[in-house]
């Protein structure tokens, strides 16, 4: 019997989901990306060497495994062959054999990183931190059909006068609005014609390949990029990525069918952490925050920003578990709680002097929700060896046993250090 499981961010990104996909990635025939671009940061740690992956699926980390980029993902081609050039530097053998690309993802051109830059700059007090890549105005002209799909590598007349067309409305705005100087179709193309001449052996139609390993019950696994709140319909508008990173993500970006998605696992933090602008109601702006910034080693791997830090926020996850349908819950980073007297786990919000389970809808409620915290008994000793519950103080087991009873799913894997090793997996 097939079984496809979706790995989904269930806070605001940054959760540890390449770990979770390396460490499931050996039972897997196929491990795909079906949104976002090269936002994303997924840092794997085996055996004392550290990957970071960006664009190209964590499950390349295994000798042999197949990959594939969906036609969700938003692709920057220098991006793709500095990432690919990296990680064949670390030892990493990506060929059109263990990795393919959907004709249909489009393409990040260079306007859209300049397009991006210039629109957060002019945002002022306003800017929502985008990573300054063009992963929004690629989104943006993929919804207006006037967006560059892979497939127009393979015909450069066609990718010619795409990209001419699309540069009247883009130096008029880069010119006119910014101030920029305008950009040239041949320029463009020279600087983005050795990439897409690596590229082109990497297309596929990655559909017919599901489709096929599918019947043959096969198995695959979708890694998910950024977080829940950040999903462009069902984050904390307008602070959000471009793409739907919820699990229903996994099949418009792929294009396999819903109902094939058999099991959805929420990748969180054991506290919560944001990078960029928005709401973050249980940030801490004070000693603790620096604390968990310090012990989780909470700087962007994409940007280098350092992330907001702050505690667990339950509302955040039950919202993960319906919006996702969660059948059960990964939880990373425990260890970097340890040597706390206490931890505050925020259970509901006070909202316009209401109790409330669930985050409010109007633009920017989250930034007027009071935290309800429970405060539990912290644990001292140092977890990062334990390898079975029983190993596990009894009040960090104490510390999931709520989280689970407050989402409703078990969480069957706990993350206590970096390292593959290093991650209690529940029977
Ligand atoms: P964009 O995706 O570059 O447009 O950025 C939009 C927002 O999403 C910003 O707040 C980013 O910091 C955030 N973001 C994008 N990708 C990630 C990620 O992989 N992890 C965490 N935050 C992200």
Not at 223 to 230: D, K, M, S, V, W
Request: charged residues 25%.
């Amino acid at each position: 019997m097939s079984m496809n499981i979706v790995i989904i961010g269930a806070q605001w990104g940054d959760e540890g989901k390449g770990k979770v996909v390396d460490m499931l990635a050996q039972d897997f025939d196929v491990v795909v990306r079906s949104q976002g671009g090269n936002n994303a940061g997924h840092t794997v740690a085996v055996d004392g060497k550290t990957y970071v992956f960006s664009l190209i699926p964590s499950g390349i980390a295994h000798p042999g495994k197949r990959c594939f980029i969906g036609n969700g993902v938003v692709l920057d081609p220098v991006a793709f062959c500095l990432e690919l050039d990296r990680l064949s530097g670390q030892g990493l053998r990506i060929t059109p054999h263990n990795l393919a690309i959907s004709r249909k993802a489009h393409m990040i051109m260079p306007y859209h990183k300049l397009l991006d830059q210039a629109r957060e700059k002019s945002r002022g007090t306003s800017k929502i931190g985008t990573t300054g890549r063009g992963i929004g105005p690629c989104y943006e002209d993929k919804a207006a059909r006037i967006g560059i799909r892979l497939a127009d590598m393979e015909n450069e007349s066609l990718l010619y006068s795409k990209i001419e067309m699309a540069l009247k409305e883009k130096n008029a705005l880069l010119a006119g609005l910014y101030g920029q100087q305008c950009l040239r179709v041949e320029d463009i193309m020279e600087e983005i014609r050795p990439a897409t001449a690596r590229m082109i052996p990497f297309l596929a139609d990655i559909q017919d390949e599901m489709e096929e390993l599918w019947k043959k019950g096969g198995k695959i696994l979708f890694e998910g990029a950024q977080g829940t709140h950040l999903d462009i319909d069902h984050g904390t508008y307008p602070f959000v990525t471009s793409s739907n990173t919820i699990s229903g993500g996994a099949a418009t970006g792929s294009g396999i069918a819903p109902w094939k998605l058999t099991r959805i696992i929420g990748i969180t933090k054991a506290y919560t952490t944001r990078v960029g602008s928005g709401p973050f109601p249980t940030e801490l702006n004070d000693a603790a925050g620096d604390r968990l910034r310090e012990q989780g080693g909470e700087f962007g791997t994409i940007t280098g920003r350092p992330r907001r830090c702050g505690w667990l926020d339950a509302v955040v996850l039950r919202e993960s578990v319906r919006l996702n349908g969660l059948t059960e819950i990964a939880m990373t980073k425990l260890d970097v709680l340890s040597g706390m007297d206490s931890v505050n786990i925020c259970t509901a919000y006070v909202y316009k002097g209401q109790h409330i389970l669930y985050p409010p809808q109007e633009e920017n409620g989250l930034a007027e929700a009071t935290p309800v915290y429970d405060e539990l008994p912290g644990w001292k000793d140092n977890i990062g060896s334990a390898d079975s519950m029983e190993k596990l103080p009894s009040s960090a087991r104490a510390y999931i046993r709520k989280i689970e009873d407050i989402c409703g799913i078990p969480a069957k894997i706990i993350s206590v250090g970096p390292d593959r090793k290093q991650t209690i997996i529940k029977s």
